[in-house]
């Protein structure tokens, strides 16, 4: 038999053979159900353990480079996964690491050190932190806990692997405790069913676990998540009995509900594995699970999403993530973050692992006075992109470029209802590429920079325009730097002005009658000191303003900008003036849309510290009163689950609507969500963009 297959597999011909069984007896079909249940939850750990063995062969070589690989003594193929996997898992272990070191950090030196890792699989993290220099003059002991059948199989994977039992040491005489496989003075698998309280104390006081001069560390890594709240919380509850216990816990949560895009598709896709998540619909929020832990047993009780996990990494750690893979894909990985939770609870007094108790972002935005007037309208699969961009003429529109499964190049006529044909001609030298900036000026439509590989900006500028009867792209004069993840905006119907990018770059200006660009200089007061990632401009009542966007920092560290700034050019000067006129955190995000509306900017979608939801996923800035408030998304609309990255905007003033086109998200590894087309009416009468 291959150890190394999966546990499903190995327990399918016992699953069969119950099946035969249950039906001599319909008492056994409640126990069938439950086997087959446990064998599809166990199989779960096959991909995770794929997915980090990923993680632990790039990321070793940058991050953790004195830390010997383990995870290949119990997974034999070496996929590589994409960059937002890859980084997601990793931040998902990383959490947990720092979470047991901060704990080890603030025990007595002498302590014994339980660390109990429920439902474990594969993983091996006992060795890992038994062969970690910084512990060496600490009493740990490592107890893997899981279904005896796994347990059974790692146990083998263990004993074939001499580097691994020269780690542990050599095995002792077992307790008689049923269940404890393999056990040394530094290690032990234990085989329990944790519905079986009775043995998992049992198993647990051989362990020294009531010791007062011992202290647990549970860690319940996403195993907990598969049983309904009534079966897990008696194990919560159970751990916090034992002396100074604590318990880190890695679960799903829905922050913004079921309907969100990315909390659908992984639902969905939990519910398809035959191994549904349950917990995540009782303990949607932080909040809730931390609630859940203090009516468990557990007195102080802390949590962070995965993002918030990541804030806390110190920035030569996130630098040397920069290094490991070419990555941009922060809507993504951003969205995952939010989705998990890292929570630790302790019944042991003076001992944390975050800077400060969890509070949320911001409080509930009020409602906008205005009732917008949204619709949802069809979008064809075959149009389906994101980071594309939209280009609007008086009398017709298109859409260009983005990616799907790879990168487009194509021009797609976008037809209002009255719009004409058009007629379509495109270089051969215009390439595919992504994240491009798109700009309406009086004679043309501009399109500018973007990129084709991550983080590597081109310089390049477009224009269409109509000759004769037929649209032709033409290369323009290129930026002096590559740049995307940028914005700009029309000046005196002919000129642009450009701002900020991945690389920290500022402002740029395009003068049409010279057909030069020139870079443009931030004044010593201006609030910034450096160029924003993926924020935006725009222009209401002849007033520049610039909202939200990463803060570029080389340090690595990882923040949004929250102020509505003011944009003054000084032409003579060749400079820029920026002051922040409004500081508000719902308008911290990146890869979000504005439209204008009068005096009022609709900002929509993007990603923040927080997720944002069916109340403030679109927010209002009034900029004459200075004032941010949420726009509600109808149920009819939020029950769709549109996703507002990736986007753009068509925009037609004479009809006065405005739609947001396209745009998506590949949910780390549980499936892509696309977005249709979302119209924002100002006029009279309702119109629907259709596709040629």
Same mark, same amino acid.
Request: proline share 3%; charged share 20%; hydrophobic share 35%.
């Given at each position: 038999?291959?150890?190394?297959?999966?546990?499903?597999?190995?327990?399918?011909?016992?699953?069969?053979?119950?099946?035969?069984?249950?039906?001599? *007896?319909?008492?056994?079909?409640?126990?069938?159900?439950?086997?087959?249940?446990?064998?599809?939850?166990?199989?779960?750990?096959?991909?995770?353990?794929?997915?980090?063995?990923?993680?632990?062969?790039?990321?070793?070589?940058?991050?953790?480079?004195?830390?010997?690989?383990?995870?290949?003594?119990?997974?034999?193929?070496?996929?590589?996964?994409?960059?937002?996997?890859?980084?997601?898992?990793?931040?998902?272990?990383?959490?947990?690491?720092?979470?047991?070191?901060?704990?080890?950090?603030?025990?007595?030196?002498?302590?014994?050190?339980?660390?109990?890792?429920?439902?474990?699989?594969?993983? $091996?993290?006992?060795?890992?932190?038994? &062969?970690?220099?910084?512990?060496?003059?600490?009493?740990?002991?490592?107890? &893997?806990? &899981?279904? $005896?059948?796994?347990?059974?199989? =790692?146990?083998?994977? +263990?004993?074939?692997? $001499?580097?691994?039992?020269?780690?542990?040491?050599?095995?002792?005489?077992?307790?008689?405790?049923?269940?404890?496989?393999?056990?040394?003075? =530094?290690?032990?698998?234990?085989?329990?069913?944790?519905?079986?309280?009775?043995?998992?104390?049992?198993?647990?006081?051989?362990?020294?676990?009531?010791?007062?001069?011992?202290?647990?560390?549970?860690?319940?890594?996403?195993?907990?998540?598969?049983?309904?709240?009534?079966?897990?919380?008696?194990?919560?509850?159970?751990?916090?009995?034992?002396?100074?216990?604590?318990?880190?816990?890695?679960?799903?949560?829905?922050?913004?509900?079921?309907?969100?895009?990315?909390?659908?598709?992984?639902?969905?896709?939990?519910?398809?594995?035959?191994?549904?998540?349950?917990?995540?619909?009782?303990?949607?929020?932080?909040?809730?699970?931390?609630?859940?832990?203090?009516?468990?047993?557990?007195?102080?009780?802390?949590?962070?999403?995965?993002?918030?996990?990541?804030?806390?990494?110190?920035?030569?750690?996130? #630098?040397?993530?920069?290094?490991?893979?070419?990555?941009?894909?922060?809507?993504?990985?951003?969205?995952?973050?939010?989705?998990?939770?890292?929570?630790?609870?302790?019944?042991?007094?003076?001992?944390?692992?975050?800077?400060?108790?969890?509070?949320?972002?911001?409080?509930?935005?009020?409602?906008?006075?205005?009732?917008?007037?949204?619709?949802?309208?069809?979008?064809?699969?075959?149009?389906?992109?994101?980071?594309? !961009?939209? @280009? /609007?003429?008086? &009398?017709? !529109?298109?859409?260009?470029?983005?990616?799907?499964?790879?990168? @487009?190049?194509?021009?797609?006529? #976008?037809?209002? /209802?009255?719009? #004409?044909?058009?007629?379509?001609?495109?270089?051969?030298?215009?390439?595919?590429?992504?994240?491009?900036?798109?700009?309406?000026?009086?004679?043309?439509?501009?399109?500018?920079?973007?990129?084709?590989?991550?983080?590597?900006?081109?310089?390049?500028?477009?224009?269409?325009?109509?000759? !004769?009867?037929?649209?032709?792209?033409?290369?323009?004069?290129?930026?002096?730097?590559?740049?995307?993840?940028?914005?700009?905006?029309?000046?005196?119907?002919?000129?642009?002005?450009?701002?900020?990018?991945?690389?920290?770059?500022?402002?740029?200006?395009?003068?049409?009658?010279?057909?030069?660009?020139?870079? @443009?200089?931030?004044?010593?007061?201006?609030?910034?000191?450096?160029? #924003?990632?993926?924020?935006?401009?725009?222009?209401?009542?002849?007033?520049?303003?610039?909202?939200?966007?990463?803060?570029?920092?080389?340090?690595?560290?990882?923040?949004?900008?929250?102020?509505?700034?003011?944009?003054?050019? *000084?032409?003579?000067?060749? !400079?820029?003036?920026?002051? /922040?006129?409004?500081?508000?955190?719902?308008?911290?995000?990146?890869?979000?849309?504005? +439209?204008?509306?009068?005096?009022? +900017?609709?900002?929509?979608?993007?990603?923040?510290?927080?997720?944002?939801?069916?109340?403030?996923?679109?927010?209002?800035?009034?900029?004459?009163?200075?004032?941010?408030?949420?726009?509600?998304?109808?149920?009819?609309?939020?029950?769709?689950?549109?996703?507002?990255?990736?986007?753009?905007?068509?925009?037609?003033?004479?009809?006065?609507?405005?739609?947001?086109?396209?745009?998506?998200?590949?949910?780390?590894?549980?499936?892509?969500?696309?977005?249709?087309?979302?119209?924002?009416?100002?006029?009279?009468?309702?119109?629907?963009?259709?596709?040629?």
């Amino acid at each position: 038999m291959d150890i190394y297959a999966s546990v499903a597999q190995k327990q399918s011909g016992k699953k069969k053979k119950n099946e035969k069984d249950s039906k001599k *007896n319909n008492n056994v079909k409640s126990k069938n159900k439950k086997l087959v249940h446990d064998l599809f939850v166990q199989g779960t750990n096959d991909s995770s353990i794929v997915s980090k063995r990923s993680v632990e062969i790039l990321y070793n070589k940058h991050v953790e480079k004195e830390a010997k690989p383990y995870f290949h003594y119990f997974v034999k193929k070496t996929p590589r996964r994409t960059p937002v996997i890859n980084r997601g898992y990793w931040i998902r272990m990383k959490s947990i690491r720092m979470a047991i070191e901060k704990i080890i950090e603030q025990q007595p030196k002498n302590q014994r050190i339980n660390i109990i890792n429920l439902g474990c699989g594969y993983d $091996p993290l006992p060795f890992q932190l038994l &062969d970690d220099a910084k512990f060496s003059n600490r009493n740990i002991y490592c107890i &893997d806990v &899981d279904f $005896p059948e796994l347990i059974g199989y =790692k146990s083998q994977m +263990i004993k074939l692997a $001499p580097e691994l039992v020269e780690l542990i040491g050599p095995e002792v005489d077992a307790s008689g405790i049923p269940g404890i496989d393999i056990q040394t003075l =530094k290690y032990a698998t234990m085989g329990c069913d944790l519905t079986n309280r009775d043995l998992y104390c049992k198993q647990l006081d051989s362990f020294k676990a009531n010791n007062s001069t011992t202290t647990n560390i549970f860690i319940a890594e996403v195993s907990l998540a598969y049983m309904t709240p009534e079966t897990a919380n008696p194990i919560i509850n159970t751990s916090s009995q034992f002396s100074n216990s604590h318990f880190l816990i890695l679960e799903q949560l829905m922050p913004s509900g079921e309907n969100h895009p990315f909390a659908k598709r992984m639902i969905n896709h939990f519910k398809k594995m035959e191994a549904p998540l349950q917990c995540v619909h009782t303990y949607p929020t932080i909040p809730d699970q931390i609630k859940r832990f203090e009516t468990l047993g557990y007195k102080n009780v802390n949590a962070r999403d995965l993002l918030g996990c990541w804030d806390i990494v110190p920035n030569d750690i996130k #630098l040397k993530v920069k290094e490991v893979e070419a990555f941009d894909e922060w809507e993504e990985f951003i969205f995952f973050g939010q989705h998990y939770i890292n929570l630790h609870a302790t019944n042991q007094e003076n001992t944390q692992i975050y800077p400060s108790q969890y509070k949320e972002l911001y409080p509930t935005l009020n409602n906008s006075i205005i009732e917008y007037n949204l619709n949802i309208q069809n979008y064809p699969e075959e149009l389906q992109r994101k980071f594309h !961009s939209c @280009l /609007s003429f008086s &009398d017709y !529109s298109f859409i260009t470029c983005g990616s799907n499964q790879s990168r @487009l190049s194509d021009t797609v006529q #976008l037809k209002i /209802s009255s719009d #004409l044909d058009a007629k379509l001609e495109t270089s051969v030298d215009f390439k595919p590429r992504v994240g491009a900036v798109s700009i309406n000026t009086e004679t043309h439509s501009y399109l500018i920079g973007g990129r084709r590989i991550p983080g590597v900006g081109i310089n390049e500028v477009w224009t269409l325009s109509k000759f !004769s009867d037929t649209f032709s792209w033409k290369h323009e004069k290129s930026m002096a730097l590559g740049r995307v993840k940028h914005t700009a905006i029309c000046l005196n119907s002919t000129d642009i002005l450009v701002f900020g990018g991945s690389s920290g770059e500022c402002f740029s200006y395009y003068s049409k009658e010279t057909d030069t660009w020139k870079d @443009l200089i931030l004044t010593s007061n201006s609030a910034l000191k450096h160029g #924003l990632e993926s924020s935006q401009m725009v222009i209401v009542d002849d007033t520049i303003y610039l909202i939200g966007g990463m803060i570029y920092d080389v340090k690595g560290s990882f923040e949004f900008n929250s102020n509505l700034y003011k944009v003054e050019l *000084n032409f003579k000067e060749s !400079s820029v003036c920026l002051t /922040s006129i409004l500081n508000n955190k719902a308008l911290a995000r990146y890869g979000f849309k504005l +439209i204008v509306n009068n005096s009022k +900017i609709l900002l929509i979608g993007g990603v923040g510290k927080k997720l944002y939801n069916q109340n403030d996923t679109i927010v209002e800035i009034d900029t004459v009163l200075n004032v941010v408030s949420g726009v509600k998304i109808s149920n009819d609309i939020w029950s769709q689950s549109p996703v507002f990255i990736g986007s753009d905007i068509v925009k037609r003033e004479n009809i006065n609507q405005s739609w947001v086109v396209g745009g998506g998200a590949v949910c780390y590894g549980f499936g892509s969500v696309w977005n249709s087309i979302l119209n924002f009416n100002f006029g009279e009468f309702k119109t629907e963009i259709l596709h040629k």
